[in-house]
């Protein structure tokens, strides 16, 4: 019990790797809240209505967190809010949709940061955890996109990378405070993608297969622990060896 009756956020916490998350949490004694878009608050259900695009939102729901836990211990960016026109190829991308992105993906996470930051300094404890990913870290490689009708977008590369290194800029100003902030950096998740991406995919990577959402949780949990006590300002990297060839 890891993490007996911390109180843990989780945005996003009703997608494809934050159900995992959830889940791993809630195994190690957490109180692990989703904070997502889909779902209405209820606590006895463990999930609190939260629009991370929405400042008043985010301040809502910390305060309804507050009222009935009295704390935050940690606290995991995972949501991921998008465009209708996400993954349009390069050469297509209007600048309002690079803008809107850049807004919904990253400012939010510095608003929700932000608010939390506030309550973790004043309790003199607390970790946060950004989910990245590898393209926040390494370039693409486009030829496992042939093909296949995706486009992966270069919003989230700059959005990914700007995460990666904000997270350090947290780290350095909250270490005094007894604050952890660190990233996961998850590779490509399966999720049924078209057959041609996912033996490319599998072909490229070290591990050859694609990672699994239980692949990246204990990941998560780890550094929301105290057996996390002495890391800070790092980019955990799961992701079956991408980014080490
Ligand atoms: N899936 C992958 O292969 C992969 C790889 C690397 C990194 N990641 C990162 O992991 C995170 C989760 O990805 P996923 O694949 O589970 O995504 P997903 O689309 O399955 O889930 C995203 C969740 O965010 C919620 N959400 C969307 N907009 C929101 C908003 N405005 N406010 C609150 N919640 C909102 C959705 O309701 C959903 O529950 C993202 O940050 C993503 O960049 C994913």
């Keep these: 019990m890891l993490l007996k009756d911390k109180v843990i956020l989780v945005t996003g916490g009703s997608g ?9 949490l809630k ?15 209820d606590f006895s259900q463990d999930e609190v ?28 960016n995972n949501a991921y ?29 510095f608003v929700i940061t932000q608010a939390v930051l506030k309550e973790m300094r004043q309790n003199k404890a607390g970790s946060i955890v950004n989910i990245a990913s590898i393209y926040g870290v390494v ?36 270490g005094k405070h007894n604050v952890r902030v660190n990233c996961v950096s998850p590779g490509g998740i399966f999720d049924r993608q078209p057959e041609t991406f996912v033996s490319a995919y599998e072909k490229k990577v070290p591990m ?7 692949d990246i949780a ?3 949990s780890f550094l929301l622990s105290e057996e996390a006590k002495y890391i800070t300002g790092q980019n955990l990297v799961v992701d079956g060896g991408w980014t080490a060839i």
Aim: aromatic content about 12%; glycine content about 6%.
């Design 208 to 214: 050859k297969r694609m990672g699994n959402p239980d």
């Design 218 to 220: 204990p990941a998560v």
């Design 16 to 24: 494809l790797l934050g159900k995992a998350f959830i889940n791993n």
């Design 49 to 76: 209505f939260c629009n991370i695009t929405n400042d008043a939102s985010i301040y809502k729901a910390i305060d309804s967190i507050l009222d009935k836990y009295h704390k935050i211990d940690g606290l995991v």
């Design 27 to 41: 195994e190690k004694g957490a109180i692990a809240l989703n904070l997502d878009v889909n779902v209405k608050t």
């Design 81 to 109: 809010p998008r465009t209708k026109d996400w993954g349009a190829p390069f050469e297509q991308i209007t600048t309002a949709s690079w803008r809107e992105n850049v807004d919904l993906q990253l400012n939010s996470y």
């Design 139 to 174: 370039g693409n490689d486009f030829t496992i996109y042939e093909d296949t009708a995706i486009n992966p977008p270069a919003a989230y590369s700059a959005i990914k990378g700007g995460l990666v290194n904000f997270t350090r800029y947290l780290a350095s100003l909250y």
